[in-house]
C-alpha cells in the first residue's frame, strides 16, 4: 500500500501556473526520485507537500487518510520531514537553539549526527557553519523527528562527494527500516543508482512513473525534456555554430592569464597557465580553495601572496573593477549574486556597460540594443517574461548572467558552477555555449561541483586538494573515477 | 563565495574569540558607561545622590525607548511609530491621570499600557496583513499617533498626582537608589528575562535572523512579528508614562527626541539594524550613556544646542566606528 | 487574503486588470486621483463658500506650493531608489534657506544661492560618506545628520537677526509670469526633466536602479557602488538646498521650522508616487504626481477646516493605504 498519495495537486499564482496538476505515489519502503526540467514544478510539489505553501486543488493522502498540510510544524507532527537546497537553520542562533526552536530533542539530533560521523560544535552560531555541514545537521534534525517520509530537495547539490555519500547511506538506511525517501536531484547517476522508482514531472504534470535503473539515464532525460524537444535540443546544441559578434574574445587570441604561487585563504599556494582558446577545469571537494581563487581572481578577495598577470601585464585587483578591466569576468553560482532582479533583461545584461564613471553620462541606445540583441540571440534566452529578471526561469536567469558579459566583451571567463540547479536542455546549451567561446579565443576556467561535466566540457582539468593542485588531467581522461582519485590527493603531483 | 570563505574560517575560530564577537560590543558599552560614569562624577562641586536621581530622571524614558526600538529591530522590523506613540501615552495619562488619586492614576497607567501593548500590535498586524515594510507602515503609524496625541493636548499640559511623580522621580530605601531605575529593572526582569532564552525569544530571534528558516522550522512568523510590535508597544508605553513621571507634564510633541535616539541607543547596544542579533541589556546601557553625553556637557557649561550638535556627532562617529568594525570583520 | 464574497468574480476580474494597469502605469492612475481629488475639492469649495477651485489661478497655486515638497521628494526618490531613506532633506532646506537669506546681503545675491546649493551639497556629501563608505544605516545618518544641522541652525538663528530675502529668491518663490506659471516652475521643470531623462537615459541613472535592486551584483559587475550611493546623497542634499531657497522666497524669512513640515510629505510623495521603498524600482514621474496630490489634498482638508492632528492622521492613512495598494499589485503576479 502507498504510504504517500498525492493526486492532481496544482498550484499557481496569479496567472502563473506553479504546477497544473501532478500526481505522486511513494510507497512504503522506497527511495523515490522526483524528476524534471527547471520549472517543471518539483519543489513546489514538495512545498506544498510539508505545507510549505498551500495547495489550490488536488488531494493529499497519507495511508488512505486524506490529510491538509496546514503548515511546516503540521507536517512535522504528521510524519513528513522536509530537507531544502537552502538550509531550515536560522544563522543568528547557534545550532542548539535552531535545534529548540523546532521542539526536536537536542541529544537525538546529536546521536544522529554522530552515526553520519558528521562533527558538529552544538554552540556555534548556524551562521558560522558551513553550508555542507549545515544540510547535514537539518537533515540530522529531520531524522530526528522520526518521519515517515523524508522529504530530500536538491540536497546533494553542491554536496562535497564525501557527504554525499553519507546522505546515501541515511536513505539506505531509511529504505531498510520500511520508512521512505522522496528524493529530489538533478544528478541521474544519484538516481539510478539509489532510487526504487521515479516520478518525472514536465511543465507542472506527472508524465510517469518509471523504474530508473531499467530504462537509464538517456530515457529518462527524454522523459524530462518531451520526446521532440530533447532531439531539438540536442539538435540545437550541435548545429549551431553562429558566431559570436559580441564577444571581445576573438581579437585577443593570444591571451594568457599567469597565475603563480597564489595564496589566500585556504588556497596554499596556486599555480597555472590559461591559454587563449582553451577550457581548463577546476575539480574539487567542497572547501577545497576553490571559492577563494575564484573570488581572487575574479576581484571580489584580495590575494595574500602570490602572482597573477594577465597577457603578460601584472595584476592584483583590488575591486571587481580592476579584473573586468583586465578581462577577466565571473560567472558565479548563485544566480541572486549576479541578477538585478526587479529591473529588465535589457538593463541586467547592459549593466556592467555603465560599472565606471566615465560611462555615467547619457546612453547610447542604439549601440546598447544591438549588444544586448546579439548576447540574447547567442544564448536563446526566452525573453518572453523580460520586463523582471526575477519571473524567469532558474537557466534563462543563468544565461542573462552569461550574456552580461557577452554584451560587454572579456577575455576570461570564469564559471563558478554555472550549470548548479539547472536542467539538462539549458546545461547542454551551456556546454555548447562555452566550446564556441572558447573556440572564438576566450579563455575559460570551469569550476563544477558535478563530475560528470569536466569531459564534456574541459580541455584540461586541474584538481585542487587542500589548497593545492594535485592533479591535472587531459579533458577526455577526465572521468569521474580518476577525478576523484586525484580530488582525494591520492595520486602523485603531476608535473604543472 | 567570500561569506562560505569566512564560515570555514570562523569554525577553527578558538571560543574565547567567539565570545569576545557575541558580548564585546555589550561590554564595551558597558566599559564606556563606566569610564563615562567616573569621569561625570569629578564635575559637580559636590556630586551626590542628587545628580545620580536626575540622571536617572532623564535616561529613564529614553531607556524604555530604547527597549522598545531594540526588540522590534530584533524581530527583523523598525518602529519609526516609537516617538510619536511615546508622546500618545503621555498626553493621555497627563490630561487624565491629574485630578485622580493614586490608586487611580496607576490602574489607569496599566490601562495605558495595555492600550499601548495593542496599539504596537495593530501596527504589527498592519503590517504582516498589507505586507508593505515595517518602514512604511510605522512611518505612516508616526503620523497617526502624533497627530492623535495633538488632537488630545494641543499645547504642553496636563499633570499627574504628587504620589504617582515619585515613581519617576523618588527614590527606594535610599537615596542613592532612584525608583525610576528600580522601575526599570522591574520592567525587564519581568518582561524580557523570562522571554530570552525560552522558545517565544528564540521565535522572536529566528524571524528577524531568517523569516524563511523560521517559518521552515516551524515557527509563527506572522504570530512573533506581531508579539515583537506589541511587545514594543508596551515598552513604549512604560516610556510614555515614564516621560509624564519624570517631567509631570504631557507634551504633545516630546516624543520626537525618541524617534532617532531609540535607534541609536539600540545600535550603540549592539542590536543590529539587519535584526536577530543583540539583546536589550546593551541598548539600556546605551540609552544611559547618550543621556549621560549630554548631561556631560551642560555640566561643563556647554551651550543646549552646542550640546544637541556634539551628542548628534558623537552618536554618528561611534556608528560609523561600528560599520568600520563590521567592514573590517567582513574583510578578514 | 481577502474575505471575498462568492459572486464577486466578474469584478474581481475587473479590478485584478484595474490593479494591473496601475502597476504598470501608476502615472495614470495618480493622474486620474490627481484630478478627482481637484474636482471634489472643487465641489466641497462650492459647498462650502459658493466659490469654485476649479480655476486657472487654483491650478497655478498648486504647481506653486508643490514645487518644493516636488523638489525635496526628487532626492527623496533618488535615495529611495538606491533603497535607502534621506530624513535630513528637511533641515538640509532649513539651512539652504538660512544661507541665502543671511549672506545675501553682504556678498550679493549669487554667491548667497552658490553658497547655499554648496552646503546642501555638502550635507548630502556628508550623509554620502557615512552611508557610502562607512556603511551606516541611512536611516541613522540622516537623522544624525539632521539632529546636528538643527543644533547648529539654531545656534546660527539665534546669534543672527532675521535676514532680508533677496528679491530675485521672493520672485522665484511666490510669484507668477503671464498671470498663471509660477516663477518656480522655472526652477521646479529643469530639474524635473533633468531627473527624468537621466534616471533613463543616462548611465549614472541605471546603476540608480541597479544598487538599489542588488548592490551584491553591482560590486561584482565591476560598479563601485559608494561612488553611486555617495553621487546620490549628494545631489539629494543639492535639490533639498533648492527647496529651501523657494521655501525661503516664499514666506520671505528663514526660520528654524521652514521645511519640517514637509519632511514626511516628501517620503509620502515617493511613496505615493510608486518608488519602492526597498529600492531598484519606480522613478520621479510618480513622485511628482504624489507631490501634487499632497498638495490639492491639504487644501481640500484647508478648506474642510481640518486641524493639524487630523491632517497628520489622514496623511498616515494615505501613506498605508497606498503602500498597501501598491504591495498586492505588485504580488499580484
Request: net charge neutral.
Amino acid at each position: 500500500m502507498s504510504l504517500l498519495e498525492a493526486r492532481n495537486v496544482g498550484k499557481r499564482y496569479g496567472p502563473v501556473v506553479a504546477l497544473e496538476s501532478a500526481s505522486l505515489s511513494v510507497d512504503a519502503g522506497e527511495v523515490h526520485a522526483l524528476l524534471g526540467a527547471n520549472g517543471a514544478g518539483k519543489s513546489t510539489l514538495v512545498k506544498i507537500l510539508t505545507g510549505v505553501i498551500q495547495r489550490d486543488g488536488g488531494t493529499v493522502e497519507l495511508r488512505g487518510e486524506p490529510v491538509r498540510v496546514s503548515s511546516p510544524s503540521r507536517a512535522a507532527r504528521i510524519g513528513l520531514a522536509p530537507v531544502f537546497q537552502d538550509p531550515a537553520l536560522v544563522p543568528d542562533l547557534t545550532v542548539a537553539q535552531n535545534i529548540r526552536l523546532t521542539a526536536v530533542d537536542v541529544d537525538a539530533v546529536r546521536q544522529r549526527l554522530r552515526e553520519m560521523d558528521v562533527d558538529v560544535d552544538f554552540t556555534e552560531q548556524a551562521g558560522d557553519v558551513p553550508l555542507p555541514l549545515l544540510r547535514m545537521i537539518d537533515l540530522a534534525r529531520a531524522m530526528a523527528r522520526d518521519p515517515q517520509l523524508l522529504l530530500l530537495d536538491e540536497i546533494t547539490a553542491a554536496l562535497p562527494s564525501d557527504l554525499a555519500e553519507r546522505v546515501f547511506a541515511v536513505m539506505e538506511d531509511w529504505r531498510r527500516r520500511g520508512r521512505s525517501v522522496l528524493f529530489i536531484t538533478h544528478r541521474l547517476a544519484e538516481v539510478i543508482a539509489m532510487c526504487d522508482r521515479a516520478t518525472v514531472l514536465r511543465d507542472g504534470r506527472d508524465v510517469g512513473t518509471l523504474v530508473p535503473r531499467e530504462i537509464g539515464e538517456r530515457q529518462i532525460v527524454e522523459y524530462m525534456l518531451g520526446p521532440e524537444a530533447a532531439t531539438a535540443e540536442a539538435h540545437a546544441a550541435e548545429v549551431d555554430e553562429t558566431p559570436l559578434k559580441g564577444a571581445a574574445a576573438a581579437e585577443a587570441a593570444a591571451t594568457t592569464l599567469e597565475v603563480t604561487d597564489l595564496r589566500v585563504g585556504s588556497l596554499a599556494g596556486v599555480s597555472f597557465s590559461l591559454r587563449a582558446g582553451e577550457i581548463l577545469g577546476v575539480a574539487a571537494l567542497e572547501g577545497q580553495g576553490q571559492n577563494d581563487l575564484f573570488a581572487v581572481l575574479a576581484g571580489d578577495r584580495r590575494a595574500e601572496g602570490g602572482e597573477m598577470s594577465v597577457t603578460g601585464k601584472s595584476l592584483r585587483p583590488r575591486h571587481p573593477y580592476d579584473a573586468i578591466r583586465s578581462g577577466l569576468v565571473l560567472v558565479p553560482a548563485d544566480r541572486l549574486l549576479a541578477l538585478l532582479p526587479q529591473r529588465s533583461v535589457r538593463e541586467n545584461i547592459a549593466a556592467p556597460r555603465y560599472n565606471r564613471l566615465g560611462r555615467w553620462g547619457p546612453i547610447n541606445p542604439r549601440e546598447e540594443r544591438r549588444r544586448v540583441a546579439s548576447a540574447i540571440e547567442a544564448l536563446q534566452i526566452d525573453t518572453r517574461a523580460q520586463r523582471q529578471v526575477r519571473r524567469l526561469s532558474g537557466g534563462n536567469q543563468q544565461k542573462v548572467t552569461i550574456a552580461r558579459w557577452l554584451a560587454s566583451g572579456f577575455q576570461t571567463l570564469l564559471c563558478f558552477d554555472p550549470t548548479r540547479g539547472i536542467d539538462v536542455g539549458t546545461k547542454r546549451q551551456i556546454y555548447a555555449l562555452l566550446r564556441r567561446l572558447a573556440d572564438d579565443g576566450a579563455a575559460i576556467l570551469f569550476f563544477s561541483s558535478e563530475l560528470s561535466e569536466f569531459p564534456l566540457v574541459c580541455d584540461r582539468v586541474l584538481t585542487l586538494f587542500g589548497g593545492r593542485i594535485t592533479g591535472e588531467l587531459a579533458g577526455e581522461g577526465a572521468d569521474e573515477a580518476s577525478l576523484l582519485r586525484a580530488m582525494h590527493g591520492l595520486v602523485e603531483e603531476v608535473a604543472s | 563565495m567570500s561569506t562560505a570563505a569566512a564560515g570555514v574560517a570562523a569554525r577553527v575560530r578558538p571560543n574565547p574569540a567567539r565570545l569576545a564577537r557575541r558580548h564585546g560590543w555589550t561590554v564595551g558599552v558597558y566599559v564606556l558607561l563606566l569610564v563615562l560614569l567616573l569621569y561625570w562624577q569629578t564635575i559637580p562641586a559636590n556630586w551626590g545622590s542628587f545628580d545620580v536621581q536626575s540622571l536617572a530622571i532623564d535616561a529613564l524614558p529614553l531607556a524604555f525607548a530604547a527597549m522598545a526600538q531594540s526588540v522590534v529591530i530584533i524581530s527583523g522590523g523598525i518602529d519609526l511609530s516609537v516617538g510619536s506613540l511615546i508622546s500618545l501615552i503621555n498626553v493621555l495619562s497627563a490630561k487624565y491621570m491629574i485630578d485622580m488619586s493614586f490608586r487611580n492614576a496607576l490602574l489607569f497607567g496599566l490601562l495605558l499600557l495595555v492600550g499601548s501593548a495593542a496599539a504596537g500590535a495593530f501596527t504589527g498586524t498592519l503590517i504582516v496583513l498589507s505586507r508593505v515594510p515595517d518602514i512604511v507602515v510605522t512611518l505612516a503609524m508616526l503620523f497617526v499617533w502624533a497627530g492623535l496625541a495633538l488632537e488630545i493636548l494641543q499645547i504642553p499640559g496636563g499633570g499627574a498626582p504628587q504620589s504617582y511623580l515619585q515613581l519617576g522621580t523618588g527614590h527606594w530605601w535610599s537615596p542613592w537608589i532612584p525608583s525610576g531605575l528600580m522601575i526599570l529593572l522591574l520592567a525587564f526582569a519581568i518582561f524580557w528575562l523570562p522571554l530570552r532564552w525560552a522558545r517565544p525569544g528564540l521565535a522572536l530571534y529566528s524571524v528577524g535572523s531568517n523569516r524563511n528558516a523560521a517559518y521552515l522550522s516551524g515557527v509563527g512568523v506572522a504570530r512573533t512579528r506581531i508579539f515583537a510590535y506589541a511587545l514594543g508597544g508596551l515598552f513604549a508605553g512604560l516610556a510614555g508614562l515614564a516621560l509624564s513621571a519624570t517631567s509631570g507634564i504631557g507634551d504633545p510633541n516630546a516624543g520626537q527626541y525618541y524617534t532617532l535616539n531609540s535607534v541609536a541607543a539600540a545600535v550603540l547596544g549592539g542590536v543590529a539594524l539587519v535584526g536577530g542579533v543583540g539583546g536589550l541589556i546593551g541598548p539600556i546601557a546605551a540609552a544611559f550613556v547618550v543621556t549621560l553625553v549630554k548631561t556631560i556637557l551642560i555640566l561643563k557649561g556647554v551651550d543646549q544646542n552646542w550640546a544637541q550638535v556634539i551628542q548628534g556627532t558623537l552618536i554618528i562617529v561611534v556608528v560609523m566606528i561600528g560599520g568600520l568594525a563590521i567592514r573590517q570583520r567582513a574583510r578578514t | 487574503m481577502s474575505a471575498g464574497t462568492p459572486q464577486v468574480a466578474t469584478p474581481a476580474a475587473r479590478l485584478r486588470a484595474a490593479q494591473r494597469v496601475l502597476s504598470d502605469n501608476p502615472a495614470i492612475a495618480l493622474t486620474f486621483v490627481f484630478v478627482a481629488l481637484f474636482v471634489v475639492t472643487d465641489i466641497v469649495n462650492r459647498a462650502q463658500s459658493g466659490k469654485a477651485f476649479l480655476t486657472p489661478t487654483q491650478v497655478s497655486t498648486t504647481f506653486l506650493y508643490a514645487a518644493p515638497l516636488a523638489l525635496l521628494a526628487a532626492g527623496q526618490t533618488l535615495v529611495m531608489l538606491t533603497g535607502g531613506v534621506d530624513l535630513s532633506v528637511a533641515t538640509t532646506a532649513t539651512t539652504a534657506a538660512f544661507v541665502s537669506s543671511g549672506t545675501a546681503h553682504d556678498h550679493g545675491t549669487g554667491y548667497a544661492l552658490l553658497l547655499a546649493l554648496a552646503f546642501g551639497f555638502g550635507i548630502g556629501l556628508v550623509n554620502g560618506i557615512g552611508v557610502a563608505i562607512f556603511r551606516v544605516n541611512p536611516l541613522i545618518m540622516t537623522l544624525g545628520i539632521s539632529s546636528v544641522t538643527l543644533g547648529a541652525l539654531t545656534i546660527y538663528s539665534q546669534t543672527r537677526f532675521v535676514a532680508l530675502v533677496p528679491n530675485i529668491v521672493n520672485t522665484l518663490g511666490s510669484s507668477r509670469f503671464f498671470k498663471y506659471v509660477p516663477y518656480d516652475l522655472l526652477v521646479w521643470a529643469p530639474i524635473a526633466a533633468l531627473i527624468i531623462l537621466g534616471l533613463r537615459f543616462s548611465g549614472f541613472g541605471r546603476m540608480i536602479f541597479a544598487v538599489g535592486d542588488n548592490p551584491v551584483a553591482c560590486r561584482l559587475a565591476g560598479v563601485r557602488v559608494w561612488q553611486v550611493l555617495l553621487l546620490v546623497y549628494a545631489l539629494c542634499g543639492a535639490f533639498s538646498a533648492v527647496a529651501g531657497i523657494l521655501l525661503v522666497g516664499f514666506n520671505d524669512a528663514a526660520d528654524l521650522g521652514i521645511a519640517a513640515p514637509f519632511l514626511l510629505p516628501s517620503v509620502a510623495a515617493v511613496v505615493i508616487g510608486g518608488t519602492s521603498i526597498l529600492g531598484g524600482s519606480g522613478g520621479y514621474g510618480g513622485t511628482i504626481l504624489g507631490a501634487l496630490i499632497l498638495t490639492v489634498l491639504d487644501s481640500l482638508l484647508t478648506i474642510l477646516n481640518a486641524s493639524q492632528a487630523l491632517k497628520q492622521i489622514l496623511y498616515g492613512a494615505i501613506i498605508l493605504a497606498l503602500a498597501w495598494l501598491y504591495a498586492r499589485t505588485s504580488s499580484g503576479d
